[in-house]
């Protein structure tokens, strides 16, 4: 483990002498251990050129494999310390339903569980299991995930919404008419818009508008005028109370795809994981119509 700590700060730094401050050692203990390491692989990890350092090809691949490793290694000594009685569930999510559906509700988990450390990571695009240190984690898709096991949670019922001027302005009757107004697009939903447009016998050629990466911000645009966003009515309920937002039309389509909840099929009987699964889906079927 020390040679190869060494190895990955040099590897990062790009220095010996930066490395060295970064681990408190001397330049020649830190020149010492990468020497030692290159010595057990039989291979050349730098190329040394009179006072500086620079990865071989070989080095190259290797510093972004033993920097995931040493992350992992990492996180799980953090997870430990954190919860030495080992009952931690690390879950990934989407970000805009961990904060708006998700978070709000956590309290009632840690409540009826308070012996369970809950982490959690949420971004945009899908995680990966054999990258990400997750023990499960919520998707939207079709129920298809090789090597992963899954529950479904629940579909949406998405509707298009814009700011109030906007009604003023296009003054909308007919489906046909959502065509007059600037669309606007999710880049995890890039069929959205055709899928809608084509269910009520509209033109779906030609689709374009500007793109959002999340929920958040696509809700952010269509309340400031910007054009017709397509939400799901359980995330942004309280906005459309509230006036923020409306709908353009009142037709509502419903996904063909569902959120899930997936984990690996060897942490299926991951006792955080079952008291989760357990109470996520008590959730979700409390909130069914």
Not at 120 to 131: E, G, I, M, T, Y
Not at 216 to 222: D, I, K, V
Request: charged share 25%; glycine share 6%.
């Amino acid at each position: 483990m020390p040679l190869l700590a060494a190895f990955e700060a040099a590897a990062r730094t790009g220095s010996i002498t930066r490395a060295a401050d970064e681990l408190s050692l001397t330049q020649s203990a830190v020149s010492r251990q990468i020497k030692a390491l290159e010595g057990q692989l039989g291979v050349e990890l730098f190329v040394r050129e009179k006072q500086k350092i620079r990865l071989t090809l070989g080095g190259m691949v290797y510093a972004r494999e033993i920097r995931e490793a040493l992350t992992k290694i990492s996180n799980a000594s953090l997870n430990l310390r954190a919860n030495p009685s080992g009952g931690s569930l690390t879950l990934g999510v989407p970000p805009t339903f961990g904060a708006r559906w998700l978070t709000p509700r956590l309290p009632r988990f840690v409540a009826r569980h308070p012996e369970v450390m809950l982490n959690v990571l949420s971004r945009p695009a899908k995680f990966d299991f054999n990258q990400d240190i997750i023990d499960a984690a919520i998707y939207f898709g079709p129920p298809q995930w090789t090597g992963v096991e899954m529950v479904a949670l629940r579909n949406e019922i998405i509707l298009p919404v814009c700011a109030p001027q906007l009604i003023e302005r296009f003054r909308f009757r007919e489906p046909g008419d959502i065509r007059r107004a600037p669309l606007l697009h999710l880049t995890t939903r890039p069929d959205a818009w055709e899928r809608w447009l084509r269910h009520y016998g509209v033109d779906d050629q030609a689709v374009h508008g500007m793109l959002f990466d999340q929920f958040t911000t696509l809700f952010e645009a269509a309340a400031a005028g910007l054009g017709i966003a397509l939400l799901p009515r359980f995330m942004f309920g309280d906005e459309l109370r509230e006036g923020r937002i409306v709908e353009a039309l009142p037709l509502a389509l419903e996904s063909v795809d569902a959120y899930h909840l997936c984990w690996p099929e060897d942490r299926g009987t991951h006792h955080p994981l079952v008291l989760f699964r357990d109470w996520l889906t008590e959730e979700m079927a409390s909130e069914r119509p």
